[in-house]
């Protein structure tokens, strides 16, 4: 490497979670960061594919407070990020059958305390086929909505967070993958990486790989959990929802009843989810969807969303996420000083992003995690060791499906 091999910081990874973590440490004063991206940024991994659902509903409390620090972060994008992330505000409503109501109002409750008010409220059915009249409720019991819940893009939302990163000082390097994490003293110690093009030293690694996991550091004993999944969208067009004027008539949507999910695009168009096989081998294109995948999606899809029936296939995607054995995201100290982890975000790692980079960069500029410190204390839940205690992250008030 001719031009930088010396830095303060390398993180490895260009999707959201690295471009917001390059772009916080450098705004904390790390002074030279190199973020090193295989392909292009934000072109490879989970971020590319990903449909962008920003919801404050979750199971689990840390989860729920992670997105709602997030979610003004994609609403003020113009002004603390700088350029356009897409965020469109269409509504959210989790939908569940009868034996999660209780459920499904202790979570908006916590969500109501992360959040403040007005963000969330268990609405009645029929208010909720009032507000989306493109809705059939047909075995939902209860519905917690969130009036700005909806979408973003995470292509333009990690590009613009990296030229955000660019402005404040960080060099990034596209096309340029790191091979190994290198050690100094018995590898208690990061002295930097060897990357396919030379090596950079630097004391601090951050390694936000998504699905690839911790490969470069498996020398140095730093083993994450993480499997490779396939996870698909498809894209249709509703000509029903089109021709009404105004915000389209489906609200941004998880379904337990049928293990849907949703969202408009647009006014006419509609991404749901697609089950896909579970694992796959990397180093290998993503398989596009198939035929059968999607007709049994569009199946689920429809008992929500009944114009999809006459509704004509636009478009898939198929993308790799890194998921770990409790679906949640590996974040912290790993291995020899120097080393972080911020990987494994289990297929819902878009909408936390921001959150997740301003609690590591804290907690890396400042050291170690400052016992009782309740800015770090979100982040505890998420530490590798969980693996190793049985202490793995359980759902507080779960449904069917997560
Ligand atoms: C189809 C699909 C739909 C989704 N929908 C949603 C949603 O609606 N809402 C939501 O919140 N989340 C969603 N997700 C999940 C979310 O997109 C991911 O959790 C998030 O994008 C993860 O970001 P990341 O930066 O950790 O990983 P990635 O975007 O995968 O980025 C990791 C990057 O690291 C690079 N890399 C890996 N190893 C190396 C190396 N050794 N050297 C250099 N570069 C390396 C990779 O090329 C890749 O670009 C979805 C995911 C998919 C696939």
Same mark, same amino acid.
């Given at each position: 490497?001719?031009?930088?091999?010396?830095?303060?910081?390398?993180?490895?990874?260009?999707?959201?979670?690295?471009?917001?973590?390059?772009?916080?440490?450098?705004?904390?004063?790390?002074?030279?960061?190199?973020?090193?991206?295989?392909?292009?940024?934000?072109?490879?991994?989970?971020?590319?594919?990903?449909?962008?659902?920003?919801?404050?509903?979750?199971?689990?409390?840390?989860?729920?407070?992670?997105?709602?620090?997030?979610?003004?972060?994609?609403?003020?994008?113009?002004?603390?990020?700088?350029?356009?992330?897409?965020?469109?505000?269409?509504?959210?409503?989790?939908?569940?059958?009868?034996?999660?109501?209780?459920?499904?109002?202790?979570?908006?409750?916590?969500?109501?305390?992360?959040?403040?008010?007005?963000?969330?409220?268990?609405?009645?059915?029929?208010?909720?086929?009032?507000?989306?009249?493109?809705?059939?409720?047909?075995?939902?019991?209860?519905?917690?909505?969130?009036?700005?819940?909806?979408?973003?893009?995470?292509?333009?939302?990690?590009?613009?967070?990296?030229?955000?990163?660019?402005?404040?000082?960080?060099?990034?390097?596209?096309?340029?993958?790191?091979?190994?994490?290198?050690?100094?003293?018995?590898?208690?110690?990061?002295?930097?990486?060897?990357?396919?093009?030379?090596?950079?030293?630097?004391?601090?690694?951050?390694?936000?790989?998504? /699905?690839?996991? @911790? !490969?470069?550091? $498996? +020398? =140095?004993?730093?083993?994450? &959990?993480?499997?490779?999944?396939? %996870? *698909?969208? #498809?894209?249709?067009?509703?000509?029903?929802?089109?021709?009404?004027?105004?915000?389209?008539?489906?609200?941004?949507?998880?379904?337990?009843?049928?293990?849907?999910?949703?969202?408009?695009?647009?006014?006419?168009?509609?991404?749901?989810?697609?089950?896909?096989?579970?694992?796959?081998?990397?180093?290998?294109?993503?398989?596009?969807?198939?035929?059968?995948?999607?007709?049994?999606?569009?199946?689920?899809?429809?008992?929500?969303?009944?114009?999809?029936?006459? /509704?004509?296939? @636009? !478009?898939?995607? $198929? +993308? =790799?996420?890194?998921?770990? &054995?409790?679906?949640?995201?590996? %974040? *912290?100290? #790993?291995?020899?000083?120097?080393?972080?982890?911020?990987?494994?975000?289990?297929?819902?790692?878009?909408?936390?992003?921001?959150?997740?980079?301003?609690?590591?960069?804290?907690?890396?500029?400042?050291?170690?995690?400052?016992?009782?410190?309740?800015?770090?204390?979100?982040?505890?839940?998420?530490?590798?060791?969980?693996?190793?205690?049985?202490?793995?992250?359980?759902?507080?008030?779960?449904?069917?499906?997560?």
């Amino acid at each position: 490497m001719s031009r930088i091999d010396t830095a303060d910081a390398v993180v490895v990874g260009g999707g959201i979670v690295g471009a917001f973590l390059a772009l916080r440490l450098a705004e904390a004063g790390v002074r030279r960061v190199v973020l090193c991206e295989q392909a292009r940024l934000a072109s490879h991994g989970a971020t590319s594919r990903s449909g962008g659902l920003l919801r404050l509903h979750h199971t689990v409390r840390s989860d729920t407070e992670l997105a709602a620090r997030s979610l003004p972060v994609f609403e003020q994008w113009a002004d603390v990020i700088g350029g356009d992330c897409g965020y469109r505000r269409t509504g959210f409503l989790q939908l569940v059958g009868p034996e999660y109501a209780q459920a499904l109002a202790a979570n908006t409750a916590v969500v109501a305390t992360a959040a403040g008010p007005g963000r969330t409220e268990v609405l009645g059915l029929d208010d909720v086929r009032r507000l989306y009249p493109g809705l059939s409720l047909d075995g939902v019991a209860a519905a917690a909505h969130e009036p700005d819940g909806g979408y973003a893009d995470p292509v333009r939302a990690a590009r613009a967070a990296t030229t955000a990163a660019r402005r404040a000082g960080v060099e990034v390097y596209e096309g340029v993958r790191v091979h190994e994490v290198l050690t100094a003293s018995s590898q208690q110690r990061v002295t930097g990486v060897k990357t396919t093009v030379g090596r950079i030293s630097a004391p601090l690694v951050v390694l936000a790989s998504g /699905a690839w996991g @911790t !490969g470069p550091a $498996a +020398g =140095l004993g730093v083993q994450v &959990p993480v499997t490779a999944r396939r %996870i *698909g969208l #498809a894209q249709a067009r509703l000509p029903d929802v089109g021709r009404r004027a105004g915000p389209a008539s489906v609200p941004t949507c998880i379904d337990d009843t049928t293990g849907s999910y949703f969202r408009p695009d647009g006014t006419d168009h509609l991404y749901f989810g697609v089950p896909s096989h579970p694992d796959v081998a990397l180093g290998h294109d993503v398989a596009p969807l198939t035929a059968e995948e999607i007709s049994s999606a569009l199946e689920a899809v429809a008992r929500r969303v009944p114009a999809v029936t006459t /509704a004509h296939l @636009t !478009g898939t995607r $198929a +993308g =790799l996420d890194g998921y770990t &054995p409790d679906k949640r995201p590996v %974040i *912290g100290a #790993a291995g020899p000083d120097g080393c972080y982890l911020a990987l494994g975000f289990s297929g819902g790692g878009f909408k936390t992003a921001p959150a997740v980079a301003d609690l590591a960069t804290a907690e890396i500029v400042e050291g170690q995690a400052v016992a009782g410190k309740a800015e770090q204390d979100l982040l505890r839940p998420y530490r590798l060791e969980r693996f190793d205690t049985g202490r793995q992250i359980v759902p507080e008030a779960p449904y069917a499906r997560g």
